[in-house]
């Protein structure tokens, strides 16, 4: 069915970012259309699902381009459309945390730090509402241009470096991108996501389509597997909403959600399994599943663990997806939202202690958590999620994913459960030492003594978001449709695979 | 006879005679002649949109000149494709005018204020001419006219501006000479300088030595006008030291221009044929293209002087549009690749001079090093400047975005994939010295000038008549960007494709 809804969706932050310039020397009114647009966009996103869940698609086509068979618009099946409620919702709170944060530590160049985090957001959505590969590519390129700004938020050398690194890894993935795509143009004949794939592939070269799926390999580098993941750690520069939002959510997530978008709709999953491209995939997952996490043990900044956290987590993502069974790509499916909601809480915890104590070292932190103790909890709730431990969602998409790995069956099913495994037990080696120093050492000498002002927790327009994220992901294991997302879910499986 | 096909030589007559009165006017009020060009140029504009409109609705516009039949008069050919190109030239022309208001105050004694708007009518006239002769030695009139203002208008910076208006003398005679050469090696052999007579005649002497020898001098003179590398060397000097007003026409519409003539030769003059099968030069003129788009951008990342960057940056975009030219006999692609990249890039490039010559004004700044904290000091011009230059790199939804993207197409549909590699390795090359600049003027943090607001009262601020055109162009990279996506341009892109092609549509 054709509705204006994505359209409009998408328009909410440009049209925000458009009044937020104007009104740059009254910040409460500029911050009143990040939080008017955010909420706008999140309803109306919000408004599609049900529609989805009862089997419709929707589909806007914005207009026909003068190549044959492609257009610039917008389908919103069951997958996108878990990708962008995350998206959205998590934008509503981080815009909340912003201005605590923002404010808090008076921060500089505050208009450009909206402005640009509109664009990035509108990215992101953009990505997932996209009906074909040469949609979500302008987008994708909007979301890397407009994210340059956030992470050289700093203006020093240091985190100018950082961006420049950033656009030299995210520009050539770029490059290699529409590349591919137009490889699969030129093969094809058309670039829309199909369940089961583009069937016009099948009929190419073994080889070609090797070089294609390569090309798209590098071309979603932003999922940051190993071994092109150093941007991500080094991006940890930028503010801490904006590490959250984008670089555990929006940024990141656009990459993993397009390795799936090709690996379920682009090449399609009889190919990968046909031409063993699934063991590659699900090999570099593996590999930076577990390298990730050693890296993660050794780092003392809580964000740069966190990054490292995020690069062994997206990969738990993309393994899912090329394990190719029902289990693990549900797993993948609803690792997105689900790690989405925790990392963002312990990131933007990350950010609460950075703004109430100054403090960014692990081993500063002894004793934290009696200062500030509902971000602590929340950190807490968040890690035990990573770790995949239930009460808290991270437990129902470990699940799927180890459900998905057994059913591989053959020994390297057996092989990649272990990784999953083994990788799950070094997140609780890397997570639970942070909340052993925060809560069970003696603090040091000089944590009563910082500031001015001794302040306990962070202000509560920094704690309320990061509580509130901490609560979902509770909520998303006790009821894991909330916001339609199961449903989603095994709505998208059964488009991908068939059958109820 | 309609009164449309009065147009052509109504806009070129009309800017000649024009260029004599504002002389005469001059001696009147100093201000006048800028007056009369703009309202002319502006009453030129309206003639040409109804040229492109009666030409895309009814075919070609052929008019002999003094009612001569044309293998003895002189005949003026507008088609799809110069149409179009008029359109471009002529607004580029009146947008150049406006910005010229404020910056030749600054950059050209007063005295000479009355020569200048007179040899910027001229040029005009002659680019005008080019685009809508249909004559061999027509064309090496207008070219000749389009040159000799143009090394006049360079010159009139002084100083080092002479130097380079020098070499481009020499260069830009050697390129006229091999040119004129070539057409007579040509008339002897066909004894006619009709290009649709010599289209006819041609292809019985294709083997005629003469004839390939012409077409090779022609080819290498022109190829000089459009500095295309190796031949650029004269072009680096002439755009930095030239008046802004003057660099941005130079770059966005008079090379243009020159490059049309090469494309005219083409496919109005020779055939694909002869240039496919008796001279094999259509992949020939790919590489030299390709080496021209990584050199061009190469040599961009070396240079510190803003408008030098911007002039190599051409080099390598010039490579784009020969790119496209190289591709069009395997790919219908490769024409729409040269028909969006010739308006893209006039639109950016353009945009982009006038953003060196406002921040030279300005600020006094040539050096991008100096750039620091320049984001607040010129809000508009860096924003302008930022989207054109996201345009050059050809990030989507900037005009910049649609070129690539056809022409990546064209190399994909005609079998070259080597030349994929070569647009992608280009935009990230455009990247690496666009994003320096952007970088200087936005993120780098600055010493002493910290307080935004103290800043702006220091700087002389920009005329209205400067800044509007800078921030017409910015937008125009981006509604092109749009346009350039949807099929809107389709019924143009068909018309340029069958007047040029003989019946190839997409």
């Known amino acids: 069915m054709e509705l204006m809804t994505p359209l409009f969706a998408i328009l909410c932050p440009a049209i925000a970012a458009a009044l937020i310039l104007p009104s740059r020397n009254h910040p409460n009114i500029r911050e009143a259309w990040t939080i008017a647009a955010s909420l706008a966009m999140f309803l109306l996103v919000l408004s599609m699902a049900p529609l989805i869940v009862k089997g419709e698609t929707i589909k806007l086509i914005l207009f026909q381009s003068m190549f044959k068979d492609i257009y610039i618009g917008f389908k919103v099946d069951a997958f996108g459309e878990i990708f962008a409620i995350t998206a959205s919702s998590l934008w509503v709170l981080v815009s909340i945390y912003s201005i605590g944060y923002m404010r808090t530590l008076k921060e500089h160049a505050q208009t450009r730090y909206y402005f640009s985090f509109c664009f990035a957001i509108m990215g992101a959505v953009g990505v997932a509402l996209s009906a074909n590969l040469v949609t979500l590519f302008i987008f994708f390129e909007i979301i890397t241009v407009s994210t340059y700004p956030l992470v050289i938020h700093e203006q020093t050398p240091e985190a100018l470096r950082a961006g420049h690194k950033y656009l030299a890894y995210l520009m050539p993935a770029g490059a290699f991108l529409l590349f591919g795509i137009m490889i699969t143009y030129y093969l094809a004949g058309t670039t829309d996501f199909t369940p089961s794939g583009i069937r016009q592939l099948a009929d190419a070269s073994p080889l070609v389509v090797t070089v294609l799926f390569f090309a798209f390999l590098l071309g979603f580098m932003k999922a940051a597997w190993m071994p092109f993941h150093s941007w991500l750690p080094s991006a940890m520069i930028a503010p801490s909403p904006v590490s959250a939002l984008l670089h555990a959510v929006a940024v990141v997530k656009a990459g993993v959600f397009g390795i799936v978008r090709i690996v379920g709709y682009v090449i399609g999953m009889d190919l990968m399994q046909e031409l063993g491209l699934w063991l590659i995939l699900a090999g570099i997952a593996g590999f930076t599943m577990i390298v990730a996490s050693f890296f993660a043990i050794t780092q003392d900044n809580l964000k740069r663990r966190l990054a490292y956290s995020t690069i062994s987590q997206l990969s738990y993502i993309i393994l899912g997806a090329a394990l190719l069974t029902r289990d693990s790509m549900q797993g993948a499916m609803l690792h997105i939202p689900f790690h989405g909601y925790m990392k963002i809480t312990l990131f933007l915890c990350a950010g609460a202690i950075l703004v109430a104590t100054g403090k960014t070292r692990i081993s500063e932190m002894a004793g934290i958590g009696k200062r500030m103790p509902l971000t602590m909890l929340a950190f807490s709730i968040a890690a035990i999620g990573m770790a995949g431990i239930p009460p808290v969602c991270g437990f129902i998409s470990k699940l799927y994913l180890c459900l998905g790995a057994w059913a591989v069956g053959s020994p390297y099913g057996m092989i990649f459960l272990a990784v999953i495994l083994i990788s799950s037990l070094l997140d609780i080696v890397y997570f639970f030492p942070i909340i052993l120093t925060a809560f069970f050492k003696k603090p040091a000498e000089d944590i009563s003594v910082f500031g001015e002002e001794k302040m306990k927790e962070a202000p509560p327009l920094v704690v309320v978001p990061l509580t509130i994220t901490a609560i979902f992901s509770l909520i998303f294991f006790i009821y894991p449709n909330m916001f339609y997302i199961y449903d989603l879910a095994k709505m998208a499986i059964s488009e991908l695979f068939g059958g109820v | ?506």
């Open chain 2, 1 to 506: 006879m309609d009164l449309v096909e009065h147009f052509p030589v109504l806009i070129v007559g009309l800017s000649m005679f024009l260029a004599y009165t504002m002389l005469l006017a001059g001696y009147l009020n100093r201000r006048l002649p800028f007056f009369m060009s703009l309202a002319m140029n502006s009453f030129f504009l309206i003639l040409s949109l109804f040229i492109l409109n009666h030409v895309l609705a009814t075919g070609p516009i052929r008019y002999w000149q003094g009612g001569w039949r044309p293998p003895w008069g002189i005949e003026y050919v507008v088609d799809a494709m110069n149409a179009y190109l008029l359109v471009i030239v002529i607004s580029m022309v009146i947008l150049g005018l406006i910005y010229s208001r404020g910056n030749v105050r600054h950059e050209i004694e007063e005295r000479k204020h009355v020569t200048f708007y007179v040899l910027v009518q001229l040029m005009a006239a002659g680019m005008y001419g080019i685009t809508v002769t249909g004559d061999l030695f027509n064309m090496f009139i207008w070219l000749e006219i389009a040159s000799l203002t143009a090394y006049a208008l360079i010159a009139v910076a002084g100083g080092r501006a002479l130097r380079s208006a020098y070499n481009y003398v020499i260069m830009g005679s050697i390129g006229a000479c091999l040119y004129i050469f070539g057409v007579c090696w040509i008339y002897s052999v066909t004894g006619t300088l009709n290009f649709a007579d010599m289209r006819l005649l041609l292809p019985l002497v294709y083997d005629n030595r003469a004839v390939q020898m012409g077409f090779a001098m022609i080819v290498v003179g022109v190829m000089i006008k459009a500095y295309i590398f190796p031949l650029h060397l004269w072009q680096p000097d002439v755009y930095t030291y030239a008046p802004s007003t003057i660099s941005s026409m130079m770059a966005s519409v008079h090379v243009k221009v020159m490059f049309y003539m090469l494309l005219r030769m083409f496919y109005s003059v020779f055939t694909l044929d002869f240039i496919r099968h008796y001279i094999g030069l259509d992949l020939l003129i790919c590489w030299v293209a390709a080496i021209a788009i990584l050199a061009g951008s190469i040599w961009a990342i070396k240079q510190r002087n803003l408008k030098r960057m911007l002039a190599y940056s051409s080099v390598s975009q010039m490579g784009y549009i020969l790119l496209g030219l190289g591709l069009s006999p395997l790919s219908p692609w490769g024409l729409v690749g040269v028909a969006a990249h010739i308006l893209n890039h006039a639109i950016g490039k353009g945009c982009l001079f006038m953003c060196a010559g406002a921040i030279s004004q300005q600020e006094g700044l040539r050096d991008i090093r100096d750039f620091e904290g320049l984001g607040k000091k010129m809000p508009h011009v860096c924003a302008a400047f930022t989207i054109a230059a996201l345009s050059m790199i050809g990030i989507p939804l900037t005009a910049g975005f649609a070129s690539k993207l056809f022409l990546i197409v064209a190399s994909l549909d005609a079998a070259q994939y080597p030349f994929v590699a070569v647009l992608l390795l280009s935009g990230l090359l455009n990247l690496v010295y666009f994003w320096r600049v952007i970088d200087q003027m936005y993120f780098v943090k600055h010493k002493g000038t910290e307080n935004a607001a103290e800043v702006r009262e220091t700087g002389k601020s920009l005329p209205l008549s400067m800044v509007a055109p800078i921030l017409i162009l910015a937008s125009l990279c981006i509604i092109m960007g749009i346009i350039w996506l949807t099929n809107i341009p389709m019924p143009l892109i068909n018309h340029i494709l069958s007047n040029l092609r003989m019946g190839v549509t997409l």
